[in-house]
């Protein structure tokens, strides 16, 4: 495997990168009689402003539970898209990181599309800038340039291909089997391992998740022993030595799913524990471990808890409900280009079989 790195991480700036400024505006606890009000008040909001939230596996459980409760949608980053796209309301309010909401206003341009914080984005799109991945794609243009959905839509302007979790090794494998050889960003854990599950070609952009880069090998292989009915459930942003010892590795999606279908009682999830939530709605007998991030590297920026998704609260909904702001909003020419690659994955998507019996009525795609 030919591999580029770049110095991507600027964790210690004083710009939006920087995960304390994150953890510093996530919002307070709130009491059980505040999280009602508030809820009472977005959806009364959601309703007169003919919007729909669409909220992501990773934040807040209120947030997801008043998205069902209000016909929103609560999944994982390809089925936001799709839903967004195809909800007759003018308006969408995204709760999720930036890269969702810029996806939503692509493929939605005459709708509205509000997010809580603007400033909830996340590592992987922080480290690929467009004009650094610019002169990474000049270099190789003999390859086809697929990105992961986790991206600025300035890099996927550049794009020819967007993936999601979901449906990458399918995409991957189709391309491969064209001949194409691959330029691939930004992450490389999931670069790395479409790479050994379809033995395409492909050079890889060297970014990653705060929150999956913390999970530990060597300490999921100790939890296991104490837990050895277990089945194991990761990511595939998770690093290769903890991928190894899964028993399932898939989207968002795929993990409920498996957790729902599955036969075992106990599951160790590496995925950021927000998904937890949903989990245990969809499947409240099943007993849900956290996988550990704890050992001698870590550095526990994350504590399986993405800062960004973090952001996301009642409060920040109201208010941007109330104020109609902050907006997304996108250079009609970046757009333009930006599309051709969601489109090209939703239409794939669409026409694939295995995307089509892989949908789980309440939970989406796997
Ligand atoms: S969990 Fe990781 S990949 Fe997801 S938004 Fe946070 S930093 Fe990005």
Redo the contacts with the bound molecule.
Sequence with gaps: MEQVLFDYTRQGGAGLSCTAQAWAKTPAPLNPSQKQALKARAAELLKAKNAVLVAHF?VDGDLQDLALETGGCVSDSLEMARFGRDHEASTLVVAG?RFMGESAKILSPEKRVLMPDLDAT????LGCPADQFAAFCDAHPDRTVVVYA?TSAAVKARADWMVTSSCALEIVSALKAEGKKILWAP?RHLGRYIEEQTGADMLMWAGD????NEFKGLELQLLREQHPEAKILVHP?SPQSVVALADVVGSTSALIKAVVEGEAQEYIVAT?NGILHRMRQLAPTKTLIEAPTAGSSATCKSCAH?P??AMNGLQGLVDCLERGLPEIEIDEATRVKALGCIERMLDFTAKSKAAAAGLVPGIGAA
């Design positions: 990773y990181v996340c590592s992987l799109d986790n992450d998740c705060i929150v999956h942003e950021d993405c960004w998704m």
